[in-house]
Nanobody, 116 residues
Framework: QVQLVESGGGLVQPGGSLRLSCQAS????????MSWYRQVSGKQRELVTYITASGSIYYDDSIKGRFTISRDDAEKTMYLQMNSLKPEDTAVYYC??????????WGQGTQVTVSS
């Protein structure tokens, strides 16, 4: 059973930085594509970025140049370094593990609020 636990969210001023972490349990982390999604209340959850098992990376245009995704397979942890944060980055951020043909697991989410 895969479990994902996010941490690192909080309140930050515009232009500030936060680093999110997603700690995974189980033995398939290194074989999985890891993703960050975010969701604003009343809106659909949207893909922000992902990193594959081989290290290929995708960034949504809205965060290019500001956010950096990384992974540490030995620690079974994925990170999202968020710089130059904007109020429109405010959302609940979720990590997702994709594995096998259709396997997926989600974390519980961590709130990021960007406000002065």
């Amino acid at each position: 059973q895969v479990q994902l636990v996010e941490s690192g969210g909080g309140l930050v001023q515009p232009g500030g930085s936060l680093r999110l972490s997603c700690q995974a349990s189980g033995s398939i982390f290194s074989l999985s594509t890891m993703s960050w999604y975010r969701q604003v209340s009343g809106k659909q959850r949207e893909l922000v970025t992902y990193i594959t098992a081989s290290g290929s990376i995708y960034y949504d245009d809205s965060i290019k140049g500001r956010f950096t995704i990384s992974r540490d397979d030995a620690e079974k942890t994925m990170y999202l370094q968020m710089n130059s944060l904007k109020p429109e980055d405010t959302a609940v951020y979720y990590c997702k593990m994709s594995y096998g043909t259709n396997g997926a697991a989600w974390g519980q989410g961590t709130q990021v609020t960007v406000s002065s």
